[in-house]
Structures are given as C-alpha cells and as structure tokens.
C-alpha cells in the first residue's frame, strides 16, 4: 500500500506543476509573434509615393536679385579704377626709383679720389628729374582726393631712398642737417595734400647714417684726419635728437637701432685717429660745440 500512495502522491505533484507553469513554447510563441509580426508588415505594406530625383536635386529657380546685381557692378567698377590709377603710379614711381638709383650711383664717387664739385654737380642733377616726377605723381593723385594713405605704399620705399640721397648730399655741402621743410621744397611737395610723410623721412635719415662709417674710413685714408671729428658731431647730435621721438617695435625703429652701430664705428676709427696723434688739436669754439 505505500508503494502505491507514494506514486500517487508524486503523479499529484505533477499534475500541480504543470497547471502552474505553462510549456516553454507557450512562453516563447506570443514573444516571437511580437517581434517578427512588425517587421513583416513592413516590408509588406505598400511603399509609399516618392518624388522624382530631379526635383530633389535641382533647387526651386530663382530670378537674380537687382539690388545685389547693382552693387557688385558698383564694385567691380570701382576697383577697375582702383587697378588702373595703380598702375599709372607704378609707372611713375619706377622713373623716380630709376633718377634715385642714378643719384646715388653718382654719390657713391665721394668714396673715391674726385673732386667734391663733380660728385654733387652729378647727384643735383637727378634732383630735378625727381622733382618734375613727384609733380607728375602729384597731378595722377588729384583724381583720387582723399585717398592719399591709400596708394602711399607704392612710392613709401622710393620716397625713403630719396630723402636719404637728398639729405647726404646736403650733409656734403654744409655739414648739417637737411630739415623737413626743406626736404619738402626739394621735391616740390611743400603744398596741398601730397606732402613729404614724417615718418618716411625720419627712415630716410636713417639710412643715410649707414652711409658714414664707409666714408669716414676712406677719408682718413686719404689723409683728412678731421673728417671722423665732423662726422661723430653730426651722428651724435641726430642719434640724440631721435631719442626724443617715442618709436614703437616698427620698421623706423629698427632703422633706428641700427643708427647706434653705425655710431659706434664711427667712435671708433676717431678714437683710433685720437689715440695715433693724427687728428688736429681742436680750438676752445670747437671743444665747446
């Protein structure tokens, strides 16, 4: 008898567990269905109506508008003039660059045996050419009023060039220095708005100080022993002068700097002249200068 309960009560079980659970598959089936079902409906549903790809690509026409027409033509117009003033300049500007190179190829003799006479005779020649070249870049300007600063790059470096040339040329006449104001008659710009810019001459100046250590070396070497004096005066009173002026990291100011060296050779091949006994005793007037 307890064999045959205990089977029973075990078939029981079974039937008990089985009521609670459900199979597996049951579980799964409704699962599947979820997921598959969607994904069939997709690709058998109709696809829907699709534009052509022409409309897609190309962008809907439209008429070009009249105001931004107008005020491109506006420019274009404007810098085709711009263009064509510029090259009328650098025209001009490569003759006064061309007399410039001549003037200072002429000036290059005072490092040789010849007379002062000719070598300034040659260099004021090409200072008239230069100013009826100015006068003619100045007639060019009149037809842009106002618009000086907006073309001054294209002569600013020949305009330095020349003032340098003009300014060791009056150096060799009187042994001072050329003022701004009469830069400016030289060149025939002393009137309305094309004038001689300031900073264009100071850089000026300052090329012209490169010019004095060759020319004093060959002055004592042609036996003119107070030549380094005269020179040193001059260089130390303009080096003074131009630390005055408040200069930023520039381009004058480097020019500038480089001013002190040429300063400095100066000082010494005098103080070598001084030392040899070769320069002449300076009278009290000349002490006190």
């Known amino acids: 008898m307890r064999p045959a309960a205990a089977t029973a009560a075990a078939l029981r079980l079974r039937a008990a567990a089985a009521s609670l659970s459900p199979p ?10 979820a997921l598959f079902l969607p994904t069939l ?3 058998c549903s109709p696809a829907p109506p699709r534009a052509s790809v022409a409309s897609d690509s190309e962008p809907p026409s439209r008429l070009p508008s009249p105001v931004m027409d107008a005020q491109f033509e506006s420019f274009r117009s404007q810098l085709d003039e711009s263009s064509t003033l510029r090259d ?10 061309s007399a410039s190179r001549v003037a200072s ?39 842009c009023p106002g618009q000086y600063y907006r073309y001054h790059g294209d002569w600013r470096s020949e305009t330095q060039a020349v003032v340098s040339m003009l300014a060791f040329t009056h150096w060799l006449e009187t042994g001072g220095l050329l003022m701004h104001a009469e830069a400016q008659e ?43 004096r005269k020179v040193l005066s001059f260089l130390t009173d303009l080096h003074a002068s131009f630390r005055m002026l408040n200069l930023r990291n520039d381009f004058l100011r480097k020019k500038f700097d480089g001013m002190k060296y040429d300063l400095r050779r100066v000082e010494e091949v005098y103080y070598d002249v001084k030392i040899r006994g070769l320069a002449p005793v300076e009278s009290k007037q000349e002490a006190a200068q």
């Not at 190829?105 to 009826?132: F, I, N, T, Y």
């Not at 070396?217 to 380094?228: K, L, Q, S, W």
Request: charged residues 25%; neutral net charge; glycine residues 6%.
């Open 105 to 143: 190829a002429a000036l290059l003799l005072v490092h040789q045996p010849v007379p002062l006479e000719d070598v300034l005779g040659k260099a004021k020649a090409q200072v008239d050419v230069v100013k009826g070249l100015y006068a003619q870049l100045a007639e060019v300007l009149k037809e």
């Open 88 to 97: 009328r300049i650098r025209s001009v500007v490569s003759e006064i660059e």
């Open 186 to 228: 030289k060149l025939g710009l002393s009137s309305g708005e094309f004038c001689l810019d300031v900073e264009d001459y100071l850089t000026g100046l300052c090329f012209m100080s490169n010019e004095f250590p060759r020319f004093v070396v060959n002055r004592v070497t042609a036996g003119d022993y107070d030549c380094p």
């Open 24 to 33: 597996p598959a049951a579980l799964l089936a409704p699962r599947r269905a």
């Open 41 to 43: 409906r997709r690709f």
